[in-house]
């Protein structure tokens, strides 16, 4: 059974760095074929596709956060995270991970409130 | 970027209706087409992969359907759980990119 379960401040500053972790079980992201997606959704409005890092270290960005995000991998202790740099409100949503394949992202986690706020 | 833009926005449909969601690309997406469900306060459900293929304990009733750039989600017989937003999603090539969403509402 695969489950995901994402981690994070709750509430940040303006120009801070926001630091998010994944931690899931069900699957290894040294397995080939597996990955971790990263997404968000501000309230009331759609998804969008922020990152994605691979079994073999492998990631991709979403270019419109330009060179804000970083994705990175602990495989021994089955968690993924994700950096961005210089927040500001606009960056206030719920940030979802999942456990991602081939086929796109499968199991998702339950999401974590992330609020841009000085 | 591919643009992807899913309709109607809202639908409002009868218990037992068979009933259609659109999604169109904005260029060819090889049929790397997925569709999740929404229900409110949850997290997105995967229902179908690759165009046509239903997630594992996902209920018969939902089938996906297209190719380029048209894809449909169809349920053959709606029921009253189905009620939420369903969002297209492709990953064809990067940046991966959803639809705005179709909200599933009961007459």
């Known amino acids: 059974q695969v489950t995901l379960k994402e981690s994070g401040p709750g509430i940040l500053q303006p120009s801070h760095t926001l630091s998010l972790t994944c931690s899931f079980s069900g699957f290894s992201l040294s397995t080939y074929g597996m990955g971790v997606s990263w997404i ?15 079994w073999n270290g492998n990631t991709y960005n979403n270019p419109s956060l330009k060179s804000r995000l970083t994705v990175s991998k602990d495989t021994s202790n089955n968690q993924a995270f994700l950096k961005v740099t210089s927040v500001d409100t606009a960056d206030t949503a719920t940030y979802y991970c999942a456990h991602t394949r081939p086929t796109g992202p499968h199991y998702w986690g339950q999401g974590v409130m992330v609020t841009v706020s000085s | 970027d591919i643009q992807m833009t899913q309709s109607p926005s809202v639908l409002s449909a009868s218990v037992g209706d068979r009933v259609t969601l659109n999604c169109k690309a904005s260029q060819n997406i090889n049929k790397y087409l997925n569709w999740y469900q929404q229900k409110l306060g949850e997290a997105p459900k995967l229902l179908i992969y690759n165009t046509n293929n239903l997630q594992t304990g996902i209920p018969s009733r939902f089938s ?8 449909t989600l169809t349920i053959s017989s709606l029921q009253p759980e189905d009620v939420a937003t369903y969002f297209c999603f492709q990953h064809n090539s990067w940046p991966l990119t959803f639809g705005s969403g179709t909200k599933l509402e009961i007459k």
């Not at chain 1, 969008?48 to 691979?54: D, G, K, P, V």
């Not at chain 2, 996906?64 to 894809?71: E, F, I, K, L």
């Open chain 2, 64 to 71: 996906g359907s297209g190719s380029g750039t048209d894809y």
């Open chain 1, 40 to 54: 968000r959704q501000p309230s009331g409005k759609g998804l969008e596709w922020l990152a994605s890092i691979w």
